[in-house]
């Protein structure tokens, strides 16, 4: 049995069922290969759907739960409870993976799995301030109870060309500065609280029928990575991740946009380079057609996969 993490998660409160369809599960699978046994990290927990599978494959795997999101961590508690014994659930991001690793099993572990996607229960949540199609509190913290900057405190403070270069750089805006400056000339006439104000500004400032894209989308999705650091915890993650694996342990990694995949590809790319890791499916899986037309966010996964072939 692993020492519990000092992050380990405590929740009496219930959030019901997750909602969230994991993507490319059967991929997954083959890539962790779960049937042998071993310790495995999923470090983003989330709903609990790529964990019970990893959990159902073998009565000899041992999984640490890891996620950023408290209420996604009593989620996947309640799911996987089943195999509570086997599980333990740790309230952390995923950038402290190597704290969170017990240094007993570091070397050791089997697989690890990162799904980089916010998931279908924190979009629907409207109080969570991720999505465009909801009014709620502009928000948007993968974890409130410990990160002070919401998307409201963080637009209410930055300058305009800081907000331009999120948006240029985080949402690959093309009218980052068009959109950067309606909100400060916005700000000025009151504070930018609501999801709904901040869609409805960039929609006066975007043209819509660009990729079938909600004007929208890439704004959200650059505060979103700005509020969260999102891009500084995966590049952690991949740094340390593959120090953590066994002699034949592999390291799964989901990402739905190129920001994130770029960095993975490099990262898996250095890695190899060291003679210690090699790379499977070098260009990445993708969902087969009959995923995406079941579940729409599936369309932009793509899965990579690391395996330390590095002797004992």
């Keep these: 049995m692993i020492l519990v ?21 059967a991929e997954v699978l083959e890539a962790l290969a779960p049937a042998r046994g071993g310790w495995f990290v999923d470090a ?33 508690r309640e ?21 969170i690793v017990p240094a007993e099993l570091h070397g050791r572990i089997a697989g690890i799995l ?11 949540d409207r109080e969570r301030g991720f999505s465009f199609l909801h009014d709620g509190p502009l928000d948007m913290r993968m974890d409130a109870g410990t990160q002070k900057t919401s998307a409201a405190v963080l637009l209410a403070r930055a300058s305009e060309d800081e907000i331009s270069e999120w948006l240029a750089e985080y949402g690959e805006e093309r009218f980052a500065r ?12 009151g504070p930018l609280l609501r ?36 891009l500084d915890e995966i590049e952690a993650l991949l ?25 993975v590809k490099q990262a898996f790319r250095n890695e190899c380079r060291s003679g210690q890791f090699v790379e499977r499916h070098r260009a990445g899986l993708r969902p087969a057609d009959g995923e995406v037309q079941r579940n729409a966010r ?15």
Excluded: K
């Design 178 to 189: 068009r959109i950067a400056h309606a909100l400060v000339e916005a700000r000025r006439r």
């Design 114 to 124: 990162a799904d980089l996607g916010v998931s279908s229960d924190q979009i629907e």
């Design 195 to 230: 999801t709904s104000q901040l869609a409805a500004i960039v929609e006066r400032c975007v043209p819509r029928g660009r990729q079938h894209l909600h004007p929208a989308t890439r704004t959200f999705q650059a505060l979103r990575i700005a509020v969260n650091r999102e």
């Design 5 to 25: 993490s000092r992050h380990l998660y405590r929740s009496s409160g219930s959030f019901g069922p997750s909602r969230h369809e994991p993507v490319l599960v």
């Design 298 to 312: 599936a369309r932009s996964a793509r899965l990579r996969v690391l395996e330390r072939v590095e002797a004992a």
């Design 44 to 76: 983003t927990v989330g709903g609990g759907g790529h964990a019970a599978r990893l959990l159902e494959a073998s009565p000899d795997v041992s999984l640490i739960a890891v996620d950023r999101d408290a209420s996604a961590l009593e989620r996947a």
């Design 79 to 99: 799911r996987l409870s089943a195999a509570a014994g086997r599980v333990q659930f740790v309230h952390a991001p995923f950038s402290a993976l190597e704290t």
């Design 239 to 263: 740094r340390s991740a593959p120090r953590l694996l066994a002699p034949g342990g592999r390291l799964a990694v989901i990402s739905f946009h190129s920001l994130e995949d770029r960095r």
